[in-house]
């Protein structure tokens, strides 16, 4: 690894200027912070984002949340979802699992939250403390000898020593500093879209409840302040174009959908008076390297597991604890701190991005064989034993987080002077 001194004078704090305030950029923003690096941020929406679908929360993301002191606060703004039923055309029970016995396996350690709330809870934590640029984009990202000079469409360039893409499966700094989307992103073949409704006439307090047809999985669960949420995943046609605008994306649904089946009709029709409609391809992103001289990135820019892994957001946030750890570790060496952030993490999210594979056939199987298959397996990891004997590898996070307590080159950086620590 080339050893780059950051700055010439030792005593400049190290500035950062990180793109997207999703679930990455906020998580590292707070640990940079707390390290005495100067953070600012800049976000394509013009407000922090509350939108977004009820994503589950465990693993190292929980771990993560617990060392932010954040934990309670999630589990309060979270759900408990007991049960995970799927219904037959006129919604009679045909299976599904009681979530018991994942509890269980994980010890507790697990609960739904939407993703808007999440990303709240994170983006209050640094709100104040970071520099905040709304409804702006980097434009261009150019790497000098001793900074970067950085871009945006509306607000003028500015310098930073590092930048770092947290803008998600799109990213816009990826695109800059590493390449066309297309070279990294690997398409599954199948499509999510999530939206919210007020009184929605039908709720069972805190079960996910699904129909399943082949290629096409649907599913509601019932929230706070009486909201539903609604979740589709579809398998896409082949050569298809992606819908280009949210009414394109809500007639796809409705073709893709179209079913006197369960209650499809009325979900259906709810969609046409959603505002926040989410909707995108399943994709994964492989990037080669997650750095690229001064630029990095992190969470879905770099290593997008999908919503089939289930932890994407975890993941986002371990990714951002680990990168937040060695920039801080190494203040002045940003080359080795990407280098090890790279060396610790990947073998962790490649392994998570292939189990993550595997799993589509489990929402949206392809055949009425395959539909039955995953009705009867799913029954079966009602039963701890055979969720652990099964999943158990796959569900529990084998990643030990750095300790930022035990960081000799921080702490005697910071008694040397050399790194300011606001937050000591
Ligand atoms: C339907 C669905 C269900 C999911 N379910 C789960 C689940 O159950 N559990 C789970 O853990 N994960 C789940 N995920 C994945 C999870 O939401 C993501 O992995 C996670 O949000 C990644 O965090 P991030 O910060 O990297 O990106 P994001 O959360 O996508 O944040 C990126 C941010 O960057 C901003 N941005 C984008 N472009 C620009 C730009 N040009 N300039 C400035 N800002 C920009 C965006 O507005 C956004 O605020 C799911 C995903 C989907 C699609």
Not at 59 to 69: L, P
Not at 151 to 171: K, M, P, Y
């Amino acid at each position: 690894v080339r050893v780059v001194p950051i700055s010439r004078s030792r005593r400049r704090r190290l500035r950062v200027l990180i793109s997207g305030i999703g679930i990455a950029g906020p998580t590292l923003a707070w640990w940079l912070m707390r390290a005495g690096i100067a953070v600012t941020m800049v976000e394509r929406a013009p407000a922090p984002r509350a939108d977004g679908y009820m994503i589950d929360f465990w693993g190292v993301g929980y771990d993560v949340a617990e060392r932010m002191d954040l934990i309670d606060e999630l589990r309060n703004r979270g759900y408990f979802i007991d049960e995970v039923r799927f219904v037959n055309a006129r919604g009679e029970k045909i299976g599904g699992l009681e979530l018991e016995s994942l509890r269980t396996v994980l010890n507790g350690r697990f609960f739904s939250i939407l993703r808007g709330d999440l990303a709240r809870a994170l983006y209050d934590r640094i709100a104040g403390n970071a520099e905040l640029i709304f409804g702006d984009t980097v434009t261009s990202i150019e790497e000098r000898a001793s900074d970067v000079l950085v871009e945006f469409e509306r607000n003028r360039s500015r310098t930073f020593d590092l930048v770092i893409g947290a803008d998600g499966l799109h990213s816009r700094v990826r695109e800059l500093a590493f390449g066309p989307q297309e070279e990294f992103e690997t398409k599954l073949g199948y499509y999510a879209a999530s939206f919210f409704a007020h009184r929605y006439p039908y709720r069972d307090e805190r079960a996910y409840v699904s129909y399943t047809s082949p290629r096409r999985h649907v599913a509601r669960y019932a929230l706070r302040d009486d909201r539903a949420a609604f979740l589709f995943v579809c398998v896409a046609p082949r050569e298809a174009a992606d819908p280009p605008d949210v009414r394109a994306q809500k007639d796809f649904l409705r073709r893709m959908f179209s079913s006197n089946a369960w209650e499809i009709d009325r979900i259906t029709t709810a969609l046409y008076s959603a505002e926040d409609l989410y909707f995108d391809r399943v994709s994964q992103i492989f990037t080669p390297r997650w750095s690229n001289g001064r630029v990095a990135l992190v969470g879905d820019a770099c290593f997008c597991p999908s919503l089939l892994a289930g932890q994407g957001a975890a993941f986002a946030m371990a990714g951002a604890y680990v990168l937040a750890h060695e920039l801080s570790a190494t203040p002045e060496h940003y080359a080795a701190a990407f280098h090890s952030y790279e060396e610790r993490f990947r073998p962790f999210v490649d392994r998570k991005q292939l189990a993550a594979r595997r799993i589509g056939s489990w929402f949206a199987p392809r055949s009425k064989l395959g539909l039955a298959w995953r009705n009867g397996v799913s029954a079966l990891l009602s039963i701890p034993f055979v969720m652990r004997q099964t999943l158990g590898s796959a569900l529990l996070d084998r990643f030990e987080l750095p300790d930022f307590e035990r960081m000799p080159a921080l702490n005697s950086a910071i008694q040397q002077g050399r790194v300011t620590n606001e937050y000591r």
